[in-house]
């Protein structure tokens, strides 16, 4: 079956900007995660979904940082006032629920000018 | 002091030899742990995952976790190019939050043919 989907695939924006990124999960998957990789680094956790609601979002770094996952299925992380450290790889990972395994999409990568 | 710490490498193996790969873990309380490879420039893949005190075996790949010593290890027999890659560590459940998984900076692994 298809697999996490995430588009755009890349994205540039000048600083100070907003931008919107896209996670489509596999399809029955009711947990989603939104991490973000630096070069170098490995993934840092931003959120986690169960279902429509945030059950954790203690990584999000600072009020900037918004998502949402209206349905329980597809979700959007929104970045506002980008910042040039805002630069990375944003992964989103499903699985069917909070305990299993992780599955995770291609990424967007984000070039902050 | 990170969460989890890989060493970052790079390990280099002959082909055909062992690869060993460690993690260790600063929570004592995590309950999951797993074992993700990534290409350069592609998302992580989960190899293995182990849960309990001990081996576990899949083809190639044998995970070892030691609890008390909040150690986890990859090793991989019979290494191949293909296996070159950069392998991250990963711990979730504990404290916090079931969901949430936090990743080492992986150990990047060359195979030489």
């Known amino acids: 079956g298809a697999g996490v989907s995430q588009t755009p695939s890349n994205k540039v924006t000048e600083k100070g900007k907003y931008v919107e990124l896209r996670c489509d999960p596999i399809?029955?998957?009711?947990?989603l995660y939104w991490y973000r990789q630096s070069l170098g680094q490995g993934p840092e956790f931003l959120i986690y979904?169960?279902?429509?609601?945030?059950?954790?979002d203690s990584g999000l770094p600072n009020d900037r940082f918004f998502a949402v996952r209206p349905e329980g299925s597809v979700s959007t992380l929104k970045i506002q006032r980008t910042e040039r450290g805002d630069s990375a790889v944003y992964l989103c990972?499903?699985?069917?629920?909070?305990?299993?395994?992780?599955?995770f999409g291609p990424g967007t990568r984000l070039t902050v000018l | 002091q990170k969460e989890v710490e890989q060493n970052s490498g790079p390990l280099s193996v002959p082909e055909g030899a062992i690869a060993s790969l460690n993690c260790t873990y600063s929570?004592?309380?995590?309950?999951?742990f797993f074992w993700y490879r990534q290409y350069s420039g592609k998302s992580p893949e989960l190899i293995m995952s182990?849960?309990?005190?001990g081996d576990k075996e899949d083809g190639r790949f044998t995970a070892q976790l030691n609890k008390a010593s909040q150690y986890v290890s990859l090793l991989i027999r019979d290494s191949q190019p293909s296996d070159s890659a950069t392998y991250l560590c990963?711990?979730?459940?504990?404290?916090?939050?079931?969901?949430?998984?936090?990743f080492g900076d992986g150990t990047t692994l060359t195979v030489k043919p």
């Open positions: 399809s029955g998957h009711t947990a």
């Open positions: 979904f169960q279902g429509t609601g945030a059950a954790d």
């Open positions: 182990i849960y309990s005190n």
């Open positions: 929570d004592r309380g995590s309950q999951s």
């Open positions: 990972a499903s699985s069917y629920g909070g305990t299993d395994t992780q599955y």
């Open positions: 990963a711990v979730r459940g504990g404290n916090t939050n079931a969901g949430k998984s936090t």
